[in-house]
Nanobody, 129 residues
């Protein structure tokens, strides 16, 4: 089992920054993919960023957040972060971190909901104009 506990988020004005944290515990060594997803009301959950922590680390970002969001990991703390800069009102959503694994690593697989087994509790991000 893997447990994911999220923190961070909140409300900010457009152009501001927030950092989300995802602390993992349990058999995390079997789940080498950590992703951040978001879901706005009435919309499907979408992958915004992901990091592969096995072997050579790699990252993947949705076009909508590329250059503004950064995913990173602190192995000592078993924590993955999502630094969100230059936030826009359209970034408003519930954000979830997730842990999963895959033998094949591609951008699509890294940011696909179906790849992930374990999910955090979610945290709200609200960006006002």
């Amino acid at each position: 089992q893997v447990q994911l506990v999220q923190s961070g988020g909140g409300s900010v004005q457009a152009g501001g920054s927030l950092r989300l944290s995802c602390a993992a515990s349990g058999h995390i060594y079997t789940r080498k993919l950590i992703g951040w997803f978001r879901q706005a009301p009435g919309k499907e959950r979408e992958g915004v960023a992901a990091i592969y922590t096995g072997g050579v680390s790699s990252t993947s970002y949705a076009d909508s957040v590329e250059g503004r969001f950064t995913i990173s990991q602190d192995n000592a703390k078993n924590t993955v972060y999502l630094q969100m800069n230059s936030l826009k009102p359209e970034d408003t959503a519930m954000y979830y971190c997730a842990a999963g694994g895959s033998r094949i690593i591609t951008d699509y697989i890294m940011r696909s909901v179906a790849t992930y087994t374990y999910w955090g509790q979610g945290t709200q991000v609200t960006v006002s104009s």
